[in-house]
Every structure is written in structure tokens, then in C-alpha cells.
């Protein structure tokens, strides 16, 4: 029983590996090649005319780039490259927005981390509705993310709100 255990798991490990690969594409290793489309049309031609039709076209298309066809994944595609620089993982955010998440900050709430969600709830304290100021408003003082008191901390978002996002 402990043989076939350990034979299933090196069989599991080899395939997870075999199919991991480790193939690259360099741009020094990159060539022009036809593509399969060209060639196939150009030899599966069986008459004289459509035989030179094609040899035309494939002589005519030679000295230019040959198109893709529509349903290859690669078409327009170069060679794969590393990754140097990544887009900051912040989201860009209207002005208002900024706005109202600053407001929040100078009366004292550290916005870090719930952002989206503050966001949201002043958009509902626009709408009239306060169910969702009330619960976010313990939430972050549970969260210690303010020292103000629960109607000081509802007080200012919905100031906030109303001064930048209503």
C-alpha cells in the first residue's frame, strides 16, 4: 500500500513538473515564419488557376507582413518580455472622492484599508439613508481605526459626505 502511495505521488510530481515547463522566448530567439493558413492554402489548391491565385498571393504577401487570422490568440503579439515596473496597486479615485476620504482623515479616521467601504457609505448618507453610516461608524471604532465617539465619528461622515460627494 505505501509503494502505490509513493509511486501515485512521484507519478503526480512528475506531470506537475512536465507540464510546468521551463520554456522562455527571447526576442534574439524570435524568427518569421509563415503562417499555418498560407501554407495550407497554397498547397490545398488543386487546379492551375487556383494554383497560381495562390502562389500570387503568397509571392505578393512575401515581401509584406502576412495578417494573422482573426482567431489567432497570438496574432500582433512580440516576444515575451520580464516585468521591471508595476502599476501602483492603488485606485484612481475622483477628486471628490479624495476629498471627502481627506475630510475623514483630518477629523481624525484612518482610512487606510477601508477606503471602498467609506465610500460607499457616504454615497448611502446621500441617498438619506443612515443604517450604513451607523454600523460602518462602530465598525471602524472597533477596528481602532478612530478615538472619536460614535455621534462625533456619524457627525463627520456625514459632513463629510455632504460637503464633497452630495
Known amino acids: 500500500m505505501r509503494k502505490t502511495l509513493v509511486a501515485t505521488t512521484l507519478a503526480a510530481a512528475g506531470i506537475g513538473l512536465a507540464a510546468c515547463g ?3 522566448v527571447n526576442s534574439d ?3 518569421a515564419t509563415p503562417s499555418a493558413s498560407t501554407t495550407t492554402s497554397a498547397s490545398a489548391s488543386t487546379t492551375e488557376t487556383e494554383t497560381e491565385t495562390a502562389s500570387e498571393t503568397a509571392t505578393e504577401s512575401s515581401g ?19 516585468v521591471e515596473n508595476t502599476p501602483d496597486a492603488a485606485p484612481m479615485r475622483p477628486e471628490q472622492d479624495e476629498a471627502y476620504l481627506e ?18 457609505t ?11 453610516r451607523d454600523a ?11 478615538q472619536l465617539e460614535i455621534n462625533d ?14
Do not use: F, M, Y
Request: aromatic letters at 0%; glycine letters at 12%; proline letters at 3%.
Open 103 to 120: 475630510a475623514l482623515r483630518q477629523g481624525g479616521v484612518n482610512v487606510e484599508g477601508n477606503e471602498e467601504q467609506l465610500i460607499g
Open 29 to 31: 530567439d524570435v524568427t
Open 64 to 82: 509584406s507582413v502576412a495578417a494573422a487570422p482573426a482567431d489567432d490568440p497570438a496574432a500582433g503579439e512580440g516576444a515575451a518580455s520580464e
Open 136 to 146: 460602518v461608524a462602530g465598525q471602524l471604532i472597533e477596528q481602532q481605526a478612530t
Open 122 to 132: 457616504a454615497r448611502t448618507v446621500c441617498g438619506g439613508s443612515t443604517i450604513t
Open 153 to 166: 465619528l456619524t457627525k463627520l461622515i456625514d459632513s463629510a459626505a455632504r460637503d464633497n460627494l452630495c
Open 22 to 24: 521551463g520554456t522562455t
